[in-house]
T-cell receptor, first 114, second 113 residues
Framework: NAGVTQTPKFRVLKTGQSMTLLCAQD?????MYWYRQDPGMGLRLIHY???????AKGEVPDGYNVSRLKKQNFLLGLESAAPSQTSVYFC?????????????FGQGTRLTVV | AQSVTQPDIHITVSEGASLELRCNYS??????LFWYVQSPGQGLQLLLK??????LVQGIKGFEAEFKRSQSSFNLRKPSVHWSDAAEYFC???????????FGKGTMLLVSP
């Protein structure tokens, strides 16, 4: 019962470095999401995907890119990290059908950009 | 645009006392409503959800919430708080035909002895 797994759990980057966060889900969910969580701001949606090969922008997409090459994986990329991207990142997945639209969350990735 | 308001940033409750966390959403259509809890250093866990039917829903850990359409509210309640309930609580709303949930900014619950 892995659910949603995020790697890595912690990372420190220098300004300008790049990295990729990996999210994997084993529930065969169609929808996947990347959020960032900052103090006092709640969860803000970065990008999401409604199925393999599709992606869409959320509320705060600038500075991030995503890919959904396989249904079970959703990757979040930072091409040139900035201190403003210091945050906790959460991946989530959900099914599409009515009663099952709750989102299941990973444990988060704490990213610090120095 | 969808929005969720959690008016209380922090709430302190004595152990054994009752709890009510407020949540208001702003959109006219029939919403799907959720409450999630986040313990320190953890991801979000679903407490309960409302899709349709009975407006009083029961969740895990003794929590319940009531959907009041006239007030656009979905307040979370617990009759007797335990120290282990100390956490951050998030209300979220979704709608049929929309792919995403909108989250409130959260309410931090502190439990005093």
């Amino acid at each position: 019962n892995a659910g949603v797994t995020q790697t890595p759990k912690f990372r420190v980057l220098k300004t300008g470095q790049s990295m990729t966060l990996l999210c994997a889900q084993d529930m065969n969910h169609e929808y996947m999401y990347w959020y960032r969580q900052d103090p006092g701001m709640g969860l803000r949606l970065i990008h999401y995907s409604v199925g393999e090969g599709t992606t869409a922008k959320g509320e705060v997409p600038d500075g991030y890119n995503v890919s959904r090459l396989k249904k079970q994986n959703f990757l979040l990329g930072l091409e040139s990290a900035a201190p403003s991207q210091t945050s906790v990142y959460f991946c989530a997945s959900s099914d599409t059908t009515g009663q099952n639209t709750e989102a299941f969350f990973g444990q988060g990735t704490r990213l610090t950009v120095v | 645009a969808q929005s969720v308001t959690q008016p209380d940033i922090h709430i302190t409750v004595s152990e054994g006392a009752s709890l009510e966390l407020r949540c208001n959403y702003s959109y006219g259509a029939t919403p799907y409503l959720f409450w999630y809890v986040q313990s320190p250093g953890q991801g979000l866990q679903l407490l309960l959800k409302y899709f349709s039917g009975d407006t009083l829903v029961q969740g895990i850990k003794g929590f319940e919430a009531e959907f009041k359409r006239s007030q656009s509210s979905f307040n979370l309640r617990k009759p007797s708080v335990h120290w282990s309930d100390a956490a951050e609580y998030f209300c979220a709303v979704g709608y049929s035909g929309y792919s995403t949930l909108t989250f409130g900014k959260g309410t931090m619950l502190l439990v005093s002895p």
